[in-house]
């Protein structure tokens, strides 16, 4: 079984659609990202929390929001689903008590907004 | 994080070593060597680092100069699978969360 899992894989919708991304990770770590990637360009961060009390905006987090809801999850919501939201999605793990900066990446999320 | 230099890309025969350069002239003394790599739209997948010593794990080996302003990522065999955009990645152990700044990678063609 994966160690990082993302629900769901694809999803399509429609402008003004309120959607949710779900990650969830049984590595046990406290950290977790979400992350963007556009076509043949890098990953842009969106969120990270480094624990259940603990959120933190990225480099592009406007129309975007997180919730962690335990340890072992976190969703990303869009809350108005716009066009240029249309892009893969990814949710990262690591381990601040081991090694911080060694991130386990989920299979992503594709995103279509119509 | 110091900035790397990769060559944009590379073919490398199925069953052959394949050698990734990275350059990172800049480092400083308490960055790491990071490699990552991304297969077609899958999440990247962590290879290796190191600091200054020739690391090596069941994925590949990470040599580094001793000047550490270069590295080698060296898969000793590579298959079709190892087909994949690979990222060095520099940057400190400590400190606070910040994005992986991918760049723009080497893509590795393994051709059969």
């Known amino acids: 079984d994966a160690d990082v899992t993302q629900t769901p894989r694809n999803r399509i919708t429609k402008t003004g659609k309120r959607i949710m991304l779900e990650c969830s990770q049984t590595?046990?770590?406290?950290?977790m990202y979400w992350y963007r990637q556009d076509p043949g360009l890098g990953l842009q961060l969106i969120y990270y929390?480094?624990?259940?009390?603990?959120?933190n905006k990225g480099e592009i987090s406007d129309g975007y929001s997180v919730s962690r809801q335990a340890q072992a999850k976190f969703s990303l919501s869009l809350e108005s689903a716009i066009p240029n939201q249309t892009a893969l999605y990814f949710c990262?793990?690591?381990?601040?008590?081991?090694?911080?900066?060694?991130?386990?990446f989920g299979p992503g999320t594709r995103l279509l907004v119509l | 994080d110091a900035k790397t230099t990769q060559p944009p890309s590379m073919d490398c025969a199925e069953g052959r070593a394949a050698n990734l350069p990275c350059n990172h002239s800049?480092?400083?003394?308490?960055?790491?060597v990071y490699w990552y790599r991304q297969i077609h739209s899958q999440g990247p997948q962590y290879i290796i680092h190191?600091?200054?010593n020739n690391e090596t794990n069941e994925m590949a080996s990470l040599i580094i100069t001793e000047d550490r302003k270069s590295s080698t990522l060296i898969l000793p065999h590579a298959t079709l699978r190892d087909t994949a955009v690979y990222y060095c990645?520099?940057?400190?152990?400590?400190?606070?969360?910040?994005?992986?700044?991918f760049g723009s990678g080497t893509q590795l063609t393994v051709l059969p």
């Open positions: 990262a793990t690591s381990d601040s008590h081991y090694d911080r900066e060694t991130q386990y």
């Open positions: 590595k046990g770590h406290d950290r």
């Open positions: 929390s480094f624990d259940v009390k603990d959120i």
């Open positions: 800049t480092i400083s003394g308490n960055e790491y």
């Open positions: 190191g600091l200054k």
């Open positions: 990645i520099v940057r400190r152990r400590a400190g606070s969360a910040r994005q992986l700044t």
